[in-house]
Structures are given as C-alpha cells and as structure tokens.
C-alpha cells in the first residue's frame, strides 16, 4: 500500500492511548517497531493526581494539548482545595474562552508560585518518546506525522458544532473525496494541531479520525469492499466516525461521542446513514458531534476498526490491516506521508 523511501515517525494520539509507528525502508510492516502508550491527557491527568496527593498547586505550562483526562484531574484538583495556574496557552486546554477557565477556578499567569509542581501540557510527548528508542537502540526519525482530534477554535459557542462544520466544509470544496478531510499543512483555526506544529515544525499533523479509516483501507479485504460500497466505523476511546464510502467518494458521515454508543443505537445510526435519513441534528441532539449526508449508499458490508470495535460491532468485518488493528491511524498517517510529502520520480 505504501512503501516510503525514508524513515518515519507516525504517533497517532487518542483519548486513552498515543500509538507509534517506526516506519524504516526496508523492513517489512508486521517487524516495524510499535509502541501503544498511555495518551498524553492520560500522563497529564496523573501527573496532577500525584500533585493532588502531595497536597500541592499545579501550574500547567506548555501548549494547547486535547483535554479528557487532564480536565477531569484539573477540576478534582480544585474540589480538594489546592489550587491551580496555568500561563495563556495551556489555558487553552481547558478552554478556547480564558473567561469559562477562570471561573473554573484556574488562575492564568505566565510564571509559577514557587511551591507549584509544573506540569507540561503537549500532545507531542518528543522527549519522552526519543528516550524510549534510544534505550533500544533506535534512531529518532527525521520525519514525523501526527494524528490528534482537534474541534477547532470555537470560544463562544459549541466546539461540537464547529468541528463538524468545518468537516463538512472541506468535504463540500473536495467533492466528498475521503482525502478531502486532510489538510497539510492544517488550517490556521485548527489550534490543537497548529499547536503540534510548532513543537515540529515540519510534521504532517492531520485529524485522528479520517486517518484511522484511511488505515483500514490498508486492509486488502476492506479495498475490495469500498469498491462497491462500505460503511466504515471507527470506535475510538473518546469518539466514534463512520462513513458510507464507495472508492474514496463519501456518500455520508456521522460522528459520537463513543461512550454514549452501544451496539444498538450505533446500528440505528448506520442504518439511517445508509438511507440518507440521518440527520445532524438526530446526532447533535444525542450528544454527538453531527452527520452530513450528500446521497444514500446501499450496503450491507460493514467495516470496523478502532479500540472499542468488538464492544460496538461485534459482527462486523474487524478491519486489522497488517495484521495490527491498534495501528490504523500509523498506517494511515505513513499513507498520507507517502501522498502528500514523497517526491514523485
């Protein structure tokens, strides 16, 4: 599917887990070097937790990263007692509007207290990663491609709604093509990533969601199937995106929140969208994200991949390309680096 010239780094960077790829020329895919790591939110949120136990302030330094866990851990922190300062941009990751973070309880600074616990906030874990290779003997990539789900700059009003409508922009100005959905480099409103790029400036950094599909597709059974026709789901830890896809046109698509899914609202759901009937405001008003729609597409052979898949579609073809099914969002990003950034002889 894909044969790069040059060594890569892929992270793709979940709600639960961060997964890694080294890509090497050379070296088949089933022996590349693969890591499944706690997430950033998830090391973040401990982090603060171990403050919370010493009974100190936090100061969260560092840049917009996703929130989840670090959120959940920032405001137990505050209901103990202690409390918690953050300069402008971790800030952020509380929040888009530093109004809503400080009536949370947060004070924005630029420098700590003294007898604060700094804790670094980033989606892009470099150091800790860098050292994890070289203990084995592995050379840190020139190249590198990250995946993190970012909603978009939104202050005042849903993030829910605005991630969506910039999904569907993009899938209005690219004809529905599945690569629509990325963007290299990211759109200026798109924060989180635009955050990741400035720790690596010359990253591929695109959204967790369509890559994790465009993985799949690596899977030789799943190509045959788009060919006529697929509904494509991916069960994340935090979200859930699914896609009725023939070839590479989308036909239709809707995204949830995965904890509010089981197996039978999540049929409902595909069923409508293979109907053309689903509605975004059916989504949004349940606590997702939206959908869109643009024609029917009439299938009964159904994809699923991501780490809740068995849980929401046990039925379903499980979509394990390379054999590894924690790694198609990798795949998928070392897809789009030998798209996008491969030079063609």
């Known amino acids: 599917m894909f044969d790069l010239t040059t060594p890569l780094l892929a992270i793709d960077v979940g709600r639960g887990t961060q997964d890694i790829l080294v ?15 706690p997430s950033p939110t998830v090391v973040t949120a401990e982090r603060i937790r171990q403050a919370t136990r010493a009974e100190k302030p936090v100061f969260l330094d560092g840049y917009l990263m996703g929130g989840g866990a670090n959120t959940g851990a920032v405001r137990a922190h505050l209901a103990a007692g202690f ?18 973070v400080r009536a949370l309880g947060v004070e924005i600074r630029a420098n700590p207290p003294k007898d604060a616990v700094r804790v670094r906030t980033t989606d892009y874990m470099e ?13 840190y990539p020139e190249n590198v491609a990250i995946a993190v789900q970012d909603h978009g700059y939104s202050p005042h009003r849903s993030n829910r709604i605005h991630r969506f409508e910039l999904m569907r922009e993009r899938l209005d100005a690219g004809g529905w093509d599945l690569l629509a959905l990325v963007t290299d480099p990211p759109l200026a409103d798109m924060t989180r990533m635009q955050a990741v790029r400035r720790q690596a400036p010359g990253a591929l950094v695109t959204d967790t969601g369509p890559v ?67 509605t975004s405001e059916e ?28 849980r929401l579609l046990p039925e379903a073809y499980q979509a394990a390309p390379f054999g590894d099914m924690m790694l198609s969002g990798c795949f998928g990003l070392a897809y789009l680096w030998k798209k996008f950034r491969e030079p063609t002889l």
């Not at 409390?83 to 990751?93: I, K, L, S």
């Not at 150091?127 to 050379?139: C, H, K, N, T």
């Not at 799943?222 to 009725?244: D, E, I, P, Q, S």
């Not at 997702?288 to 991949?305: E, F, Q, S, W």
């Open 23 to 37: 890509y090497e020329p050379g070296r088949s895919i089933e022996n590349s070097i693969k890591l499944v790591l």
């Open 83 to 100: 409390p918690v300062y953050a300069t402008p941009e971790a800030a952020a990751t509380l929040h888009d509007d530093p109004e809503r």
């Open 127 to 139: 150091p800790e990663i860098r050292q994890a290779l070289s203990l084995f003997g592995v050379d």
């Open 212 to 278: 994790a599909l465009i993985g799949a597709l690596c899977d030789p059974e799943v190509r045959r199937m788009a060919k006529t026709g697929v509904t494509l789901v991916n069960a994340g830890n935090g979200h859930t995106l699914c896609f009725t896809l023939k070839g590479r046109e989308i036909h239709g698509l809707f995204e949830h929140h995965t904890g509010a899914l089981d197996p039978a609202k999540l049929q409902h759901y595909i069923q409508q969208l293979a109907d053309g009937t689903l």
């Open 283 to 310: 989504v949004f008003d349940d606590g997702g994200h939206g959908a869109a729609v643009r024609k029917p597409l009439a299938t009964d052979a159904v994809v699923v991949t991501g780490p809740n898949r068995l």
